[in-house]
C-alpha cells in the first residue's frame, strides 16, 4: 500500500473532495489525513468525511509531528508540489525515505472512472453553450479586450461556473500567436475570430477551441467557410487533421501516432512548420493533465483517457486556425465530449 503527501489542491481534491491555499494531504496506508488552518477548518470538517482534518497554525510542523508519530519509512512526494524551503523543513531529521515522483497524482489520474467522465460531458456540455451565447454578444467595432471581457461574464455564467483558464480571443494576426493576450484591435465583417475557452463544472475542465469568420449571425460551429481563399484553404487542413487524429483514437495506440495523424496531414499539404504545438493534452481537475499528445510520447492510449485533440497551423503576421475538442477514450475508439 502506497504511503504520499500531496500539497496540489487538485491532487488533495481528488483524495479527500475538499481543498483550500494551505494544506498538506497525508495518506498512511488506509488512512488519510488533511492538515490546515482555522481559515479553513470548519468547512474542511463539514466535507471531508474519508480522512481526518488536523487544524493547526503551522502546517508544515503538524506534518513533521504526525508522521513521526505514525512510524513512517517510505513516503511519495511531488517534488513540483513544494517549496525548496518548505521541503527541506518538512524532511530533516526525519530519517524517512521520501521518494520523489513527479506528477504523482495526475499519473493516478490518467485513467477516469465512469463518474469523472459524466461530469466530463457536462462540463463540455456547457462549454460548448457558453460559445453560443459568446457568438450573439459580439459585434462589429468590439475590440478583442472587450471580446475577452465579454467571455470571462459569459463563461463564467454569474458566478455559476469557474473557468479554466483565461480566454483566448484573437482577430486576425492575433490569433498566429497560440496563447495570445488580447489587444486593443476591433473586429469588423470578413475578420478571422479564434477563440478558445473553458468551464469548470463540479471543478473538472472543459476545453474547445473554434475559429470563424466574423459575419452577421455567424456561430463557433465547425463548418465554416471563410471569404479569404488561403483561410478557408487552411481551415479545411486544419479540419480534416482534427479529424484523422479523432479517428486515430482507441485503445493500444501510442499517443505519438495520435499526433502524427494530425502532424503529417498538415506537413504534406507544406504547412509542417506552422503546427508547432502539441496535438493534444490530458482534461481532468487540471486543464493540462496526462496523457500529453505529441510526437515523443509513447504512452499507451487506454479507455476512460480524456484529452483534447486540436491541431493548428499559424503563419506569423497573418492569421492562425486551431479546432479543438476533447473525447474520451472508449473500448473500440473514442466519443468527443
Known sequence: MLNYILKDENAVYFECGYSCDNEIFIK??????????????????SIITNSEVIESRDIIKSARLLLRSLGVRDMIYNPSDFSYFDFVNLSRDLHINFIAKNEFSKLKRQIKSSLEIEIL???????????????QAISSGMSEKTIN??????????GNLALSFNPITAINANAAKAHALPLDERIKIGDLL????GVKYQRYCSDRTRTAEFKDGFKFTKEQKFSNSKQNEIYQIVKEAQNLA?????????????DAAARDFIAKNGYGEC??????HGVGLDIHE??????????????????SVEPGIYIENEFGIRIEDVVVVTNDGCEVL
Open 28 to 45: 498512511f496506508q488506509n488512512r488519510g489525513f488533511f492538515i490546515t488552518d482555522s481559515r479553513y477548518a470548519i468547512e474542511a470538517r
Open 121 to 135: 460531458k457536462e462540463a463540455a456540455r456547457l462549454g460548448a453553450s457558453k460559445f453560443d451565447e459568446l457568438s
Open 149 to 158: 471581457f465579454k467571455a470571462e461574464n459569459i463563461f463564467r455564467d454569474g
Open 194 to 197: 479564434l477563440v478558445d475557452a
Open 246 to 258: 479523432i479517428k486515430a483514437v482507441k485503445p493500444g495506440v501510442r499517443a505519438c501516432d495520435i
Open 275 to 280: 503546427f508547432f504545438h502539441s496535438t493534444g
Open 290 to 307: 496526462f496523457p500529453i499528445i505529441n510526437p515523443k510520447s509513447t504512452t499507451i492510449i487506454e479507455p476512460g483517457m480524456v484529452f
